[in-house]
């Protein structure tokens, strides 16, 4: 089945690292932009990183540039989140997703109804 399943959420202390993964399955994951979200609780849903399917060119917010890095290992068909320096506002739910048939990795592009395919999400929590 085509599905796209997160992993590697948990309880990190400020400062602290934590690598997500995002691991796709039914599909060839670098045929596609991939772009990783977050949402809390009351909130939007706001757009953390993606990484282009036709050069691999990578877009961050302002708000995680220079903490987080996106990557792919296409040899295992995940996608990579890396999120060092971390900070109580960081802690959310993190989700994964597939962009349509379109280069749309941009501060633009980036936006969740350009997605159509989601993974189920993984809990990050920052706490000391």
């Known amino acids: 089945q085509v599905q796209l399943v997160e992993s590697g959420g948990g309880l990190v202390q400020p400062g602290g690292s934590l690598r997500l993964s995002c691991e796709a399955s039914?599909?060839?994951?670098?045929?596609?932009?991939i772009g990783w979200f977050r949402q809390a609780p009351g909130k939007e849903r706001e757009g953390v990183s993606c990484i282009s399917r036709s050069d691999g060119t990578t877009y961050y917010a302002d708000f995680v540039k220079g903490r987080f890095t996106i990557s792919r290992d296409n040899a295992k068909n995940v996608v990579y989140l890396q999120m060092n320096s971390l900070k109580p506002e960081d802690a959310t739910v993190y989700y994964c997703a597939r962009a349509g048939p379109a280069n749309i990795c941009s501060r633009y592009g980036h936006r969740p109804p350009l997605y159509n395919l989601w993974g189920q999400g993984t809990q990050v929590t920052v706490s000391s």
């Open positions: 039914g599909f060839t994951l670098d045929r596609f932009d």
